[in-house]
């Protein structure tokens, strides 16, 4: 399915989130490389993750490149479609527990929080093929038990979500993104989870 402009909108303004402001997508490799994963049927979140992972690494090397282009994200955009993959496969019998004792204390006591985890990675796990009948139901149950997690590991942060959400409000606005608009909104649901995911050292996917 071909990508839609909000889309490759969310795309570029991520771009400009992760390498603070640096002008980017512009190149005609770039270009090439989006119609690339836009034939494989890469859907955009994957995209966005797999930059995540790449800038997340980036950042811990003393000297990292200097030029980067969207070239560089394909091994990770490979390895997070063989990772969906395999969870397809791998079906409800998937542990579904087996990364909850990575979680920080006091989240990781709470049992509602776990089982709403465990209930989440189930859904995740068995997820149908796109083209069954039952697709798009699953994946809204899917998004209301990872939204419910998400919930709850917000809450347990108390004061200190207060000072992520100022710092992830002043990102946002540097990457020129426009507040209330659709790629705003996008990109702050995205970045939060992964601020929430990581304080608590939650295994979220795309966090």
């Excluded at 494989?40 to 993750?49: A, E, H, I, K, R």
């Excluded at 997070?80 to 909850?100: F, M, N, Q, S, T």
């Excluded at 004061?159 to 659709?182: F, I, N, W, Y």
């Amino acid at each position: 399915m071909p990508y839609t402009r909000e889309e490759k909108d969310w795309l570029e303004r991520e771009w400009a989130f992760r390498a603070w402001g640096r002008a980017g997508l512009l190149s005609t490799d770039d270009y090439r490389q989006v119609l690339a994963w836009e034939a494989g049927g890469v859907p955009m979140d994957l995209v966005v993750s797999a930059l995540n992972v790449f800038f997340d690494r980036r950042e811990k090397r003393s000297k990292p490149r200097t030029f980067v282009a969207l070239k560089h994200l394909d091994r990770d955009v490979a390895k997070a479609v063989k990772l969906r993959e395999a969870l397809v496969r791998a079906g409800p019998e998937l542990d579904a527990g087996k990364e909850w004792n990575q979680v920080k204390v006091p989240l990781r006591d709470d049992p509602a929080a776990k089982a709403a985890f465990e209930t989440w990675q189930r859904l995740r796990a068995s997820a149908p093929s796109p083209e069954a009948a039952g697709y798009l139901a699953h994946h809204d149950q899917e998004r209301e038990a990872r939204a419910a997690l998400l919930g709850m590991a917000e809450a347990a942060l108390g004061p200190v979500g207060d000072t992520l959400r100022a710092g992830l409000h002043q990102r946002l606005e540097a990457a020129d993104m426009k507040e209330g608009s659709l790629v705003w909104k996008r990109a702050w649901n995205h970045h939060w989870a992964r601020l929430v995911a990581q304080a608590w050292a939650l295994p979220l996917e795309g966090a």
